[in-house]
């Protein structure tokens, strides 16, 4: 599902709006919808209703109106005066013959219902004031929480709190949802997430061309390589993990396993000759090739049936890691940088950058936010972690995959993807290594960067789901064979 930023939204309702739906149609729709999810309450519940003094309030006078006649107890507070509503609001208002209360004077209790119409995805600015009154007494009532469009506090274009925002149980969004509602911390205070349809049509979609969207299985799945009956394992690519010393073989195995799992026909590990013998005895279906330095990987990796590298996992961090990352970038294989590999540039990124720039084969980059900071320390700073992912992307000429709870993958062409579905125990030592291994499995058998990028931090979220509480690393590898199961059931 396409993310719509703020800016993006308006110009939905805009050409809705040019096309011949009037606006207030499609406040009526969403006030039903927010009316709908409040209902869910027993008739003669207490719904208190903070409204804002634009659009959202108006959506909470429409939710008004309809609780009010469904036979709930209404109470609403507007944030402003009533004579200074415009547009749909003012119509909205109009068609409320109930009392409006000052914000202060609203006092909603702990078994009713909040409806939280003060800010949407618009916000652009602290809530200050009475506004930020307002947001501590609806999280002080220990009230179910509804929100319109977006919890207020929250921007609807980067998830971050501006100033103080509302915690809700449920937000009820319009046409499509926004960053801000997979992004953390706005994510964290959405709650459980509906998106309504109000009448808008996905046909303004062709003029908005939005380059965001949820990392759902239809970003990828198209692209996913697929058995062939009459394949065999050279059809499907032979990835090349890069390992460390004898004391660091962990990781680079765990990336391979993960390269296996997902699909590639034959994984190789390329290995020090002092960590050969620890590798030997640890590996089955996994092969293993001595490669000491950058010059042994470049013979290696002149014969194109080696067509993927991962590189970084437990590598090391110096001058030898980055021959052997120049010596994959000279090749034509397909290369994940990860970990050590990223950080032996934190001295130099424009290197890097610089050998990336003109390469045909796809170069994938998996910073988490510390290595992120070393490549693009200017970037670091950016308010949104989709636009600075995407910024890293188009001055890199990789993907780059920005880890965390909200995953987020950008393609230098401006396309990017958020996860929301990996669970918390996922956060635990040599998962970002079989992330690597499993991009790297993908690209091994030739799918877009982007795609493959994507569909292997789904895949991995999913992973942790299927493996549960309590898992390590090594599960991971594992639970993919039920993970696809479930998704080839679908």
Known sequence: MELLTPAEMGEADRLT???GTPGYKLMKAAGRAVADAVARAPLGTRVSIFCGPGNNGGDGFVAARILTERGYRVELGLLGFREALKGDAALAAADWKGEVLPLAALAPVADGVVID?????????DLTGAAAEAVRVIKASGARVVAVDLPSGIHGGTGAVMGVAVHADESVTFFRPKPGHVLLPGRAHAGRLTVADIGIADAVLETIRPMAMQNRTDV????????DIVGHKYDRGHLVVLSGGMLHTGAPRMAARAGLRIGAGLVTIAAPPDALATHAAHLTAIMI?????????????????????????????GEATIALVEAALASGAALVLDADALTSYRDAPDRLFRAIAGRSAPVVLT???GEFARLFPDLAAQAGKIERTRAAAMRSGAVVLLKGP??????????????????????TAGSGDVLAGMIGGLLAQHMPPFEATSAAVYLHGEAGSVAGRGLIAEDLPEALPRVFAALDGA
């Open 220 to 227: 990828w799945l198209p692209s996913l390589p697929q058995a």
């Open 117 to 125: 119409a003060l800010f949407g995805a618009g916000l652009d600015r």
């Open 406 to 427: 909200d995953t987020v993958v950008a393609h230098p062409d401006g396309r990017a993807s958020v996860a929301d579905n990996a669970p918390p125990f996922l956060a």
């Open 367 to 369: 910073p988490h936010d």
């Open 17 to 19: 709006i040019a096309a």
């Open 289 to 317: 090739r001595r490669v000491a330095d950058g010059a042994a990987l470049a013979d290696l990796l002149a014969d194109s049936r080696f067509n993927a590298v991962v590189a970084g996992p437990a590598l090391g961090v």
